[in-house]
């Protein structure tokens, strides 16, 4: 025989105990006593009800506590090998010395600050070049944009 | 004490005792009745308003009431047809369901359900029954 869960408390149902409802929608209803059931009756939630298994569950009463907290101990970091590196590398990695990756660290920034100049190198060449091609239109341009000012301020 | 008598008895013929006893629903000739299958007609007795009645419990006891799994005349759209009793909304034994509506599946004269499918969950202690039944228990979709 199956031991049902009575619908509102949820509380075990034994093979002779309670009382089963079929409402007119089909919904099939199990309920451990008359309390229960008149409970439901009343259209109460049974998560506000004292008694009920659902509300002691979600207020976290009783030992549900102490398990939940075990599982989360449970967890242990696993380390796998991923198609780029391989375990070794990726334990290399780790255990490198402050040290040595300080260092590594310097030959990024240098490297970083050289191909920086370089840059600025090229950008001010490109600029000196189209300087000379057309100053006219620069002494221009500046005339221009003082007019709009001296109508903002009135 | 004189006092107290008099407000006692006063109390008394003012309070009235009446006996409630709950509804016997009864599946009787002139009760009315869901179909529960998919049949045409029950779904057009449905639309049109008309629900189908009983006419007569096929039992040989004396006060003709339909139990769960009894076989009944219906009425249903200005036709007579066979039906048998899925569902009761009477209070039952110990481990059968209690229904909500008095539910019932429409059979044709030969014995072969009229429609092809039951909606609704189906007692399991009508697994036990004879011949007939059984085509009825193979359209169920639930059982209960």
């Not at chain 2, 529960?36 to 779904?43: K, P």
Request: glycine letters at 6%; charged letters at 30%; one cysteine or more.
């Amino acid at each position: 025989m199956k031991i049902e869960l009575c619908s509102f408390s949820g509380f075990k149902i034994y093979p002779g105990h309670g009382k089963k409802i079929v409402k007119t929608d089909g919904r099939v209803f199990q309920f451990i006593s008359s309390k229960a059931e008149s409970s439901h009756m009343m259209k109460r939630n049974p998560r506000k009800i004292n008694w009920t298994v659902l509300y002691r569950r979600k207020l976290k009463k009783g030992q549900s506590e102490e398990i939940s907290k075990k599982r989360n101990r449970r967890t242990t970091k696993f380390r796998r090998a991923i198609t780029g590196a391989t375990l070794n590398d990726i334990m290399a990695k780790r255990n490198q010395k402050p040290e040595v990756r300080k260092a590594q660290r310097e030959q990024a920034i240098r490297a970083a600050k050289e191909k920086a100049k370089a840059k600025d190198a090229q950008k001010k060449a490109n600029k000196a070049a189209s300087a000379k091609a057309a100053p006219k239109q620069k002494a221009a341009k500046q005339i221009h944009s003082k007019a709009p000012r001296v109508g903002g301020k009135r | 004490m004189n006092c107290l008598k008099l407000y006692q008895n006063v109390s008394s013929t003012y309070c009235r005792h009446i006996s409630t006893t709950s509804c016997l629903e009864h599946l009787q000739k002139m009760s009315r009745v869901k179909v529960v299958d998919n049949s045409m007609i029950g779904r057009q007795s449905v639309i049109k308003g008309k629900r189908p009645r009983i006419i007569h419990v096929y039992t040989s006891k004396k006060p003709q009431v339909g139990l769960l799994g009894d076989t009944v005349l219906i009425a249903i759209m200005g036709e007579k047809k066979h039906a048998y009793i899925v569902g009761c909304v009477e209070k039952q034994k110990a481990n059968v369901p209690r229904f909500d509506t008095n539910n019932v599946v429409l059979v044709e004269d030969t014995g072969i359900p009229t429609g092809t499918r039951v909606l609704v969950p189906i007692p399991s202690c009508l697994r036990g029954k004879e011949g007939d039944f059984t085509k009825i228990l193979s359209i169920a979709t639930k059982f209960v």
